[in-house]
């Protein structure tokens, strides 16, 4: 998987986003545009925000056991695939300001680079490889700019 830690993967990855406009629909999913770039930013949220609480002792057990792999692993995530509670986003959103938030979010994830992250703690799962914290914000945006066709 490309890194996002190298500037042009991380271009590449905003000249997506820049494609995107108000009116794109996805091409599955139940998520407006806005939603999903909402959906997208609470992974960048959980690093950069105290926005949302963190998963009680069980919780983080149940997740490092039984979500971890499938999140942070080399094998892209399915189309119509349950996403969890945390990442659901049913409310209106700004879709210029929850698109420039998201970039912002990109490039700052960018400049702090790989070595920022190794063995960074996860909200969820735990101390990451760089591969998997890669793996985390690779897959889950190109799953999300593929499902609005960019």
């Known amino acids: 998987m490309k890194s996002i830690f190298e500037k042009v993967v991380s271009d590449e990855f905003i000249s997506r986003i820049e ?10 999913g139940q998520m407006n545009i806005a939603q999903m770039l909402a959906h ?3 992974t960048y949220e959980l690093i950069y925000e105290d926005k949302h609480p963190a998963p009680s002792g069980f919780g983080k057990l149940s997740l490092k ?12 995530y399915k189309k119509n695939g349950r996403t969890a509670p945390l990442f659901l986003v ?3 959103r700004d879709f210029l300001d929850e698109k420039k938030h998201l970039i912002d979010f990109i490039a700052k994830t960018q ?15 735990g101390e990451l490889t760089v591969a998997e914290w890669n793996n985390l914000f ?13």
């Open 19 to 28: 494609n995107l406009k108000a009116e794109s629909l996805p091409v599955w």
């Open 40 to 42: 997208c930013l609470v």
């Open 65 to 76: 056991k039984f979500i971890k792999g499938s999140v942070v692993g080399d094998k892209p």
């Open 90 to 92: 049913s409310n209106k």
């Open 111 to 125: 400049c702090l680079g790989a070595q920022y992250f190794d063995g960074k703690e996860s909200h969820s799962f």
């Open 138 to 150: 690779s897959k889950h945006l190109d799953h999300n700019l593929t499902q609005f066709g960019v």
